[in-house]
């Protein structure tokens, strides 16, 4: 099976690519809905952040209320770094066990991983390609604004928590520029995907 890492900063069109890829035949896991299954109420990941961050970021029905955990930990790197430790391990023990039970059913598929912060946590050298999602900054902060309903400042501390897209750019195998229009957009990554097949 070949893996390839999907990646890209906030609202860079990571996700757009990512279903158009599926459309293609690929197979996706995406790592932020493994984040999600990871703190369900209960898990030990979620025992875990609660303990590190205290039940203030737990709402009555139990669920992390991700608003008030992700003002947390945007504007402070150490914390954003203990919930990372916290989750990041679970994440890539179920991608690779959910990639295992893939490669056995299509050996010869594609299979995408739709990874934010594949560059941050060095995982790279995982996959057989690398895509990166961009756009220029200014596209990101007015996307994240409307998207999130947030301030320009809270758009920024988001943007600046991940490394920034230009340095992602570079470090890429591909770079799929998302602010052509969809239907480029749609060949360009059909394109790439029969190159990987």
Known sequence: MITVGLTGGIASGKSVVARLMVRCGAHLIDADTLAKEAVRPGTVVWRKIVRTFGRDIVNRDREIDRPRLGSLIFRNPKKRQQLNAIVHPWVYAEYQRRARALANDDPDGVLVFDLPLLFETNAQRRFDHVIVAYVDKQTQIRRI??????????ALARINAQLPLLQ???QAEYVIDTRISMA???KQVRELYKSFT
């Open 168 to 170: 992602k750019r570079r």
């Open 145 to 154: 604004m409307t998207r999130n309903h947030l301030r320009r400042s809270e």
């Open 184 to 186: 480029l957009l749609r």
